[in-house]
């Protein structure tokens, strides 16, 4: 059986990984249709090696005849768009914020928590929406789930080291001309982020919160607990970094469950989609830039963390605009059919 496949959002950088994905992946692809905004009139996008599919505005498309459809625009064309995408007979796969923390729509990383997509889809008002984490969310909990089977993880503090695409292709575009303005001695421009990006760090990712915590770190903590477990407390502090593509943690966990952490390596060697790369030598370990245009999750630098009385440390590195974004949605996508949802 082949599908009629929508992408929204399809000249981002999401959303052109997505339309790599669904073709690297044989996804059983009958028709599929690039949207974006009515400011992209006349563009084309790639469908694999050879293909180029007209971009048209999502604005007065018409969903009925769809059967996926990916959404990878911002929570604002999401809002709007994927509801009625959805209750045109659609399922909506949608990669914003915008209904992750919905009651009724499921929030899926399909190795973690495939079991919670087919229940909640006929509770949530017929928008036949699965929502697709944080991109820092998704590979956190790749790592976390199979070391809170063994453990039961009660807290969990993570710093993220993330990349500038998580903020989409502009972002990327001002890393370049920033840096390469350095070294030709120009004046720096500065329109996608609050400081210079290139040669800095900016502790900043998203709007900042009432508590002085940022949505992004927010988003880390709700998301998780919704997909594992709401016992589970999580603090988190996301810092931008002049990286092109690859997230990157530094996660500490505390656990009710003794430590071992030969244990701990064969769970996670174990775990669909995590690779462990880890020897205590120089290059012992993975870097994002490693790590970009791969699937897995990576870990590396995994020791027990003897300040907590049942603590483990480790470094975890993912793509994100594959298993944080595009990959992710394809994989529920997938999941939807193995399950006979679509």
């Known amino acids: 059986m082949t599908y009629t496949i929508a992408v929204a959002g399809a000249t981002g950088a999401v959303g052109r990984e997505m339309l790599q994905t669904l073709y690297e992946r044989k996804f059983p692809v009958d028709k599929i249709y690039a949207l974006a905004s009515s400011k992209s009139p006349g563009r084309q996008v790639s469908f694999g090696d050879d293909q180029r599919i007209d971009v048209q505005t999502i604005e ?19 809002e709007k768009y994927a509801p009625l995408a959805g209750r045109s007979g659609a399922l909506v796969i949608d990669n914003s914020s915008a209904f992750r923390m919905k009651e009724n729509v499921p929030l899926i990383v399909p190795e973690v928590n495939h079991y919670d997509m087919k229940g909640c ?17 998704a590979q956190l909990v790749m790592a976390l789930s199979p ?28 890393l370049f001309n920033q840096t390469k303005k350095v070294y030709v001695n120009d004046p720096l421009e500065k329109n996608v982020f609050t400081k210079e990006i290139s040669f800095n760090v ?57 430590m071992d952490e030969d244990v701990a390596r064969d769970v996670l060697s174990e775990t669909e989609g995590v690779i462990i790369i880890d020897h205590r030598a120089d290059e012992g370990y993975i870097t994002p830039k490693e790590a970009a245009g791969e699937d897995g999750v990576y870990i590396s630098r995994i020791r027990v963390d003897n300040s907590v009385p049942s603590g483990l440390v480790f470094w975890c590195v993912s793509d994100n605009l594959r298993k944080g974004a595009a990959l992710n949605a394809v994989q529920i996508a997938e999941l939807a059919i193995s399950q006979g949802i679509r």
Request: aromatic letters at 10%.
């Open 121 to 137: 889809l006929s509770e949530n008002g017929g928008m036949n929406i699965i929502a697709n984490p944080n991109c820092s969310t």
């Open 60 to 78: 007065n498309f018409d969903f009925s005849n769809v059967d996926f459809s990916f959404f990878s625009a911002g929570g604002s064309v999401s």
């Open 147 to 174: 070391l809170h089977r063994e453990f039961n993880i009660s807290r969990v503090v993570v710093s993220t080291y993330q990349a500038v695409s998580g903020a989409g292709k502009e972002a990327m575009d001002e």
């Open 202 to 258: 900016i502790p900043h990712i998203d709007i900042f919160m009432d508590d002085g915590f940022t949505k992004e770190e927010v988003k880390m903590r709700d998301e998780t607990k919704k997909i594992l477990d709401d016992n589970i407390e999580v603090v988190a502090h996301c810092v931008r970094v002049p990286v092109f593509v690859g997230h990157s943690e530094a996660v500490f966990i505390e656990c009710q469950n003794p």
